[in-house]
């Protein structure tokens, strides 16, 4: 198994279903303390109307000030439309990250789009971003099934991987947005893309609504991802799916790797104090374990000096 990198969504898929919106600068100190714990990708926020996703109404204005900073870990955000992405573009997003969903349903209440017209204006869109001299990943949403259609035809799937890949988009994220995904299937997915072009950087973004989340994300990473998405806590959930659940926690996948020898350059000590002061800001009990159990390798004491589950 290679080094899988660890892209943190907490910022935008964890916030984004919120209803309390999070302040400005709470979010700052969140995404700055998770950009140089040692996790590779941090996603401030999309680039979406803020009547629509007031979560993420601030989202230029992030981007503006860290942009002014150095971090350890490349910020990236999310794009729904060539709108978005002039504003990613000014805001000096570093990974620019789209995607078009399989299931019709879900992208017509996603984007106002069919998969088929979103499929086109985002690759457009993809290209652009690259020809400015951005990273750009794409992505296939309800890759795994669709809590409005159900199952999702495979063939379906693999046609927008394939159109990615006849683009040159090569950076493609397998997102489980409704929570479907079992880990037999996922590790198809991956072995299938992989046979469609052996150099494709493959994402898995899981959600762990029906409890096969981590499941899943160790046969994506057995079957040769790059990298896994996840967020603080576990917390998140799209809110334009029929039932909202949370992604993997961080701090679960980062504790289980740690375990095995694996990605000890990320500060743990650091995730899980995250994590706590998110669950402290929203007042209860996140889905994720690590944080509340207390990890099983050692870690800064200072996370733990004052908190009862130590």
């Not at 350890?72 to 709108?83: D, H, M």
């Not at 669709?146 to 994220?173: P, Q």
């Not at 409704?178 to 469609?196: F, I």
């Not at 694996?262 to 374990?289: N, Y």
């Amino acid at each position: 198994m290679n080094p899988i990198l660890i892209h943190e969504v907490g910022p935008r898929d964890g916030l984004q279903a919120e209803s309390a919106v999070v302040p400005t600068e709470t979010k700052l100190d969140w995404i700055r303390r998770m950009a140089d714990s040692g996790v590779d990708i941090v996603q401030v926020g999309s680039f979406v109307r803020g009547d629509k996703v007031p979560q993420m109404a601030d989202t230029d204005e992030l981007f503006r000030i860290l942009a002014k900073e150095s971090h350890r870990a490349v910020l990236s955000g999310l794009v729904l439309n060539e709108k978005g992405l002039e504003r990613a573009l000014d805001g000096g997003v570093q990974l620019i990250c789209m995607g078009v969903s399989a299931s019709d349903t879900h992208s017509r209440k996603n984007t106002g789009m069919s998969t088929e017209d979103a499929t086109r204006r985002i690759i457009a869109t993809a290209l652009e971003g690259k020809q400015a001299g951005r990273k750009v990943q794409v992505s296939v949403q309800s890759a795994f099934g669709c809590g409005f259609e159900g199952a999702i035809d495979e063939a379906r799937v693999l046609a927008i991987v394939a159109a990615y890949l006849e683009a040159g988009l090569t950076a493609i994220s397998l997102a489980d947005t409704a929570g479907h995904a079992h880990p037999s299937q996922v590790r198809r997915y991956v072995q299938k893309v992989l046979a469609l072009d052996a150099k494709a950087e493959i994402t898995a973004h899981i959600h762990d609504t029906y409890g096969l989340g981590m499941a899943s994300v160790y046969a994506a990473m057995e079957a040769g991802v790059a990298a896994i998405e996840t967020s603080f806590g576990g917390l998140g959930g799209c809110p334009f799916t029929k039932v909202a659940a949370g992604n993997v926690a961080t701090e679960d996948l980062v504790h289980g790797l740690q375990r095995t020898g694996q990605r000890t350059d990320i500060d743990l000590a650091v995730v899980i104090g995250v994590t706590r002061d998110v669950a402290a800001h929203f007042g209860r009990d996140l889905p994720g374990c690590v944080y509340k159990t207390g990890p099983l390798v050692p870690v800064g004491k200072s996370v733990f000096a004052t908190d009862k589950h130590g």
